[in-house]
T-cell receptor, first 117, second 113 residues
Framework: EAGVAQSPRYKIIEKRQSVAFWCNPI?????LYWYQQILGQGPKLLIQ????????DSQLPKDRFSAERLKGVDSTLKIQPAKLEDSAVYLC???????????????FGPGTRLTVL | GENVEQHPSTLSVQEGDSAVIKCTYS??????FPWYKQELGKRPQLIID?????GEKKDQRIAVTLNKTAKHFSLHITETQPEDSAVYFC????????????FGTGTRLTIIP
């Protein structure tokens, strides 16, 4: 099956600029996650969607980060304005349906490496 | 919230020897513990996972053990090969919550030929 797709793969911007990342999950996967992975650290969950609804956004810096999944498939994550500390790899992952009981494996996309200058 | 600690941060082993990576978690409600392998510049990939109703799981050269009482779990790789060189992350989640994965800080494993 096709994997999780993300674009762009790399992005360089200056601080205070805005940037958007796109994710297309595995077909049929109801649950979508955005993670931030700072160099040398493990991924940290930013936001989790179940179809087009938000399940958890407790670690999303809402003053500058926003995300949407309008039709329950593709998702975009936006940063506006960017800060130096936002430099990281942004990973999108998807799983079948966490609400169905049991645990479904999370499959990760290749990530978008963001550098803020 | 959940907190996962992972040790060691770096590990070098001779090819053919075994490697062990250990993680501890804080939330006794956590019941799902996956391990991900991440090669340089690539996506994390699940290599093995274990649920709290099982104490050990094995898949060829890879095994994971879980001690619920002590709240720790370990990854064991036997007969290591050069392609095992990567960063390994443990994680924990509560499957009857929103399955939010909390990751450890990673272990950089280097296999010395």
């Amino acid at each position: 099956e096709a994997g999780v797709a993300q674009s762009p793969r790399y992005k360089i911007i200056e601080k205070r600029q805005s940037v958007a990342f796109w994710c297309n999950p595995i077909s049929g996967h109801a649950t979508l996650y955005w993670y931030q992975q700072i160099l040398g650290q493990g991924p940290k969950l930013l936001i989790q969607f179940q179809n087009n609804g938000v399940v958890d956004d407790s670690q999303l810096p809402k003053d500058r980060f926003s995300a949407e999944r309008l039709k329950g498939v593709d998702s975009t994550l936006k940063i506006q304005p960017a800060k130096l500390e936002d430099s990281a790899v942004y990973l999108c992952a998807s799983s079948l349906d966490w609400s169905s009981g049991g645990t479904d494996t999370q499959y990760f996309g290749p990530g978008t490496r963001l550098t803020v200058l | 919230g959940e907190n996962v600690e992972q040790h060691p941060s770096t590990l070098s082993v001779q090819e053919g020897d075994s490697a062990v990576i250990k993680c501890t978690y804080s939330d006794s409600a956590s019941n799902y513990f996956p391990w991900y392998k991440q090669e340089l510049g690539k996506r994390p990939q699940l290599i093995i996972d274990i649920r709290s109703n099982v104490g050990e799981k094995k898949d060829q050269r890879i095994a994971v053990t879980l001690n619920k009482t002590a709240k720790h779990f370990s990854l064991h790789i036997t007969e290591t090969q050069p392609e095992d060189s990567a960063v390994y992350f443990c994680a924990a989640s509560f499957t009857f919550g929103n399955e939010k994965l909390t990751f450890g800080t990673g272990t950089r494993l280097t296999i010395i030929p």
